[in-house]
């Protein structure tokens, strides 16, 4: 049902160790990992976590074509995206210039 991607390793591991504090009834029907570890499945809700703040660069995005590509595709339903917004600087055709745009166009005020 809800999927959580984000680029690092180590913060799957601190995900899913808040998540297990906090919920703990509902933690293992939640599904955590990297991109790769969401390759051909899906989920009805997915969010990513870019984990970098706006001074760090979002640079991981860009850097791998096919990281968004798979992060939105696996969301069936909803894909939310837990950033801050400042951290996606790429010219406006990569993916993290993209989502930027994307975000700002459609910003809930």
Do not use: W
């Not at 917004?85 to 910003?107: D, H, V, W």
């Amino acid at each position: 049902m809800l999927g959580i991607i984000t680029p690092f390793k180590a913060q799957v591991q601190v995900i899913r160790s808040e998540l297990k504090k906090v919920l703990p009834v509902y933690h293992s029907k939640i599904s955590i990992g990297t991109v790769h570890t969401f390759q051909g499945a899906e989920r009805r809700v997915i969010i990513l976590s870019t984990v970098y703040g706006n001074k760090d660069g979002c640079y991981f995005i860009d850097a791998n074509n096919s990281l968004m590509n798979v992060a939105v595709s696996r969301a069936k339903d909803h894909f939310f995206v837990f950033s801050d917004i400042g951290c996606l600087q790429g010219p406006p055709r990569s993916a993290s210039g993209m989502l930027r745009g994307f975000i700002e166009a459609n910003a809930v005020r």
